[in-house]
């Protein structure tokens, strides 16, 4: 199946783009080569082939969560340049 040059223009009006009378003529062209490697690909007989969910295999690499010791309260609260006795002290910024 090729496509004409009315289909490219009806396709460009329905996507409300606008293109020169070259622009359409090499989009036509370019759609006829898609479609005839699609047809290439057709071509070939897959019946034996099982169907993939991704195209290669791939594995979780996150790694395990692991508990770990926090920062202490005070050593974190040491160079604040303003803080109260347990929190950060910061500028309200939410009217």
């Known amino acids: 199946m090729a496509v004409t040059k009315q289909e490219v223009e009806k396709i460009a009006e329905l996507a409300r783009l606008e293109f020169t009378e070259s622009e359409i003529e090499h989009l036509t062209k ?3 080569q898609i479609l005839h490697h699609m047809d290439k690909l057709n ?5 034996n082939v099982e169907p993939l969910s991704h195209p290669i295999e791939v594995k979780n690499v996150f790694r395990e969560d692991e508990l770990k010791p926090s920062t202490k ?13 347990e929190f950060f002290k910061v500028p309200k910024v939410i009217g």
């Open 30 to 32: 370019d759609m006829n």
């Open 43 to 47: 071509e070939l007989d897959t019946s």
């Open 73 to 85: 309260r005070e050593d974190a609260l040491r160079n604040a340049p303003d803080k109260d006795e």
